[in-house]
């Protein structure tokens, strides 16, 4: 039962040909089994899951409508503010925190009656790209357990990809959405910057963060999309949806794109691994295949947003983070000689390396007789960067590009050079800077049964139309519907 | 070759985000932070005479509301996460020295 979709499984609840609770109970026994394992959760809420369940189940018994998720089981990465259980950022600076209030997207899963069954291991707080960098535990690829699912949404991903939720949040700064849904195989979309609410998610880069859908298929993503887009007045960053109305996702996604031009830099695909280069042309062939034109789009700079991310990201993650100071909340050091050291020493205490490397980054970039060479810089190249995106997108509806050099890689293998790791987010770390929405595919395995991604991005607000594209090219293959076969026995 | 940031300045930035680290950390950080510097100094291989820096990519400014009083989240739910707190207060070590 477990590898329906959650549009299937919705469509059950609502019929009454199946229960929420039936539902939700074989999810926490499948996560009894294999999360040992996997370990993509940070915490899970059984009891208070199967409540949901059990009050979403007697709505429709009483014939009382029910929302868009009704009695899904659904995760969300522990970088969203819950009122219940803990939101840690995969920090022990925060990994007590009952944070006062719901993000908004969480609210908007709850109104849909979606079943939140925990809350998914990240990178500390969202800094990483392969879920190394928690504090507090390990994930692994579902797919091969000695290598890493991606980051830094990797328990999320890991978790839809395992089966021990139907989807789930994720958040994305500059790849963490599509990077890891592509390492796990599985459907992975960062939308428009502004088109979800980043109310409650916990801040990383302001101008980047964007929460997103993590799901088995195009058709979930769009269902999940419907539920979490919107204007919020509570976050001053979402868009007016006077500017950029939220459509029905669902509507038309089976509608093709007649004559879909799609933009490709083949200069800058080149860098990718051989298999990942070979799985992206095959795909390709396919929408060939449909009739659609493929032609060639220079992104002149892109070369250089990897340098200018590290810059802006950084920047604004030393101002975010400047908030975590052992008085408000969080870890407090227990003997500070003076009130610099509750500052100074809890913060060196909660924070992990990682972090710390990219709020030192930050800092010296923004500091004094710096800020004009590296911070002002690096605006100005973004803005480089989007005018590539803008100019290319005059002669294509999409372009196509991987999602990530390689395929999941070994857990330990890139850890010892940060510069290494931050290399691997060539392909996706563009769009956030440039603020496009772009989405993430099964498009392959490589020699090792390890999932490829396709990444496809479009115009600003232009989700409709990317996710008609996605849909497109699955409905020609089977790769989403393959799943990782887990070795349990021996744990 | 010269580091492109050294130990001296690894401190100092250390001290302006108020972050603790050891000699160890900062000697690692050193090295690190260079190389990351290093990689990031190729943007100036770029011109940008007349780009204007973008720090948002959404077309909107100056979003308000009407200037009225409502709900906040109240001193309760606020405290709620202190380390330590003496009623509606926050508590921290002795900032002000003592008048002479």
């Not at chain 1, 093709?256 to 031009?261: A, D, E, F, Q």
């Not at chain 1, 691994?273 to 799985?279: C, I, L, W």
């Not at chain 1, 050291?341 to 004094?368: D, N, Q």
């Not at chain 1, 590009?401 to 770390?429: H, N, Q, W």
Request: glycine letters at 8%.
């Amino acid at each position: 039962m477990i590898w329906q979709s959650a549009k299937e499984l919705r469509d059950k609840i609502r019929a009454g040909e199946v229960s929420s609770v039936e539902a939700t109970k074989d999810v926490f026994a499948r996560i009894a089994k294999v999360e040992p394992l996997v370990g993509a959760f940070i915490s899970t809420f059984e009891k208070q899951a199967i409540e949901k369940a059990a009050e979403v189940d007697k709505r429709i018994a009483n014939n009382e409508s029910v929302g868009q998720l009704a009695g899904v089981p659904v995760a969300v990465k522990d970088n969203m503010c819950t009122t219940f259980g803990t939101t840690t950022c995969a920090s022990k600076i925060l990994a007590n925190f009952n944070a006062p209030y719901n993000a908004t997207a969480v609210e908007k899963l709850l109104a849909a009656d979606a079943v939140i069954v925990g809350k998914t291991n990240l990178d500390e707080f969202a800094m990483g790209s392969s879920t190394e960098n928690s504090g507090l535990k390990r994930t692994v690829n579902p797919w091969d357990t000695t290598r890493v699912p991606g980051g830094s949404s990797g328990g999320s991903t890991a978790a839809v990809a395992a089966g021990l939720c139907y989807a789930a949040l994720g958040s994305d700064t500059g790849g963490s959405i599509r990077q890891p849904a592509s390492l796990c195989g599985v459907v992975g979309l960062k939308p428009t910057y502004g088109r979800v609410s980043r109310y409650g998610l916990v801040a990383y880069g302001s101008s980047l963060d964007q929460i997103g859908p993590v799901t088995q298929t195009v058709e979930d993503c769009a269902l999940m999309l419907n539920v979490i887009a919107g204007h919020d007045s509570a976050d001053s960053t979402s868009v007016d949806e006077k500017i950029a109305p939220v459509g029905d996702y669902l509507a038309k996604l089976d509608e093709p794109v007649k004559g879909l031009r799609i933009g490709i830099a083949s200069g800058f695909n080149a860098g990718a691994d051989e298999q990942v280069r070979s799985a992206i042309d095959e795909a390709l062939k396919t929408y060939r295949n449909l009739g659609d034109d493929i032609i060639e789009v220079n992104l002149a700079h892109l070369d250089y947003a990897i340098a200018a991310y590290y810059m802006v990201a950084t920047a604004e993650a030393s101002s975010n983070l400047a908030r975590y100071d052992g008085v408000h909340y969080g870890h407090r050091t227990p003997n500070p000689s003076d009130y610099i050291e509750v500052y100074t020493k809890s913060r060196a205490e909660g924070f992990g390396k990682e972090v710390k490397r990219r709020i030192m980054l930050g800092t010296y970039a923004l500091s004094s007789g710096y800020y004009d060479a590296y911070y002002l810089k690096a605006l100005k190249v973004r803005n480089l960067i989007r005018g590539d995106f803008v100019k290319a997108f005059e002669n294509c509806d999409c372009i196509m590009m991987p999602v990530s050099p390689t395929t999941a890689f070994k857990i330990g293998e890139k850890t010892d050079d940060p510069l290494k790791m931050y290399l691997s987010d060539i392909y996706t770390i563009a769009v956030n800077l440039a603020g496009i929405p772009g989405i993430s595919i099964p498009c392959g395995f490589d020699g090792k049964n390890l999932p490829i991604g396709l990444q496809i991005l479009a115009p600003a607000f232009g989700e409709e139309k990317l996710l008609r594209i996605a849909r497109m090219y699955e409905k020609q293959t089977n790769w989403h519907k393959k799943k990782p076969r887990i070795n349990t026995n021996g744990h | 070759m010269d580091k492109r940031i050294d130990e001296a300045q690894v401190r100092k930035v250390a001290k302006l985000a108020r972050l603790d680290l050891t000699d160890a950390e900062v000697a690692e950080f050193a090295g690190q932070l260079s190389a990351i510097l290093d990689y990031v100094a190729r943007m100036n291989e770029l011109n940008t005479e007349g780009v204007e820096p973008l720090a948002h990519c959404l077309p909107i400014s100056n979003v308000f509301r009407e200037d009225i009083v409502k709900e906040s989240l109240g001193t309760e739910k606020t405290l709620a996460n202190a380390p330590q707190r003496d009623g509606s207060f926050f508590k921290v070590p002795k900032i002000l020295e003592e008048p002479s």
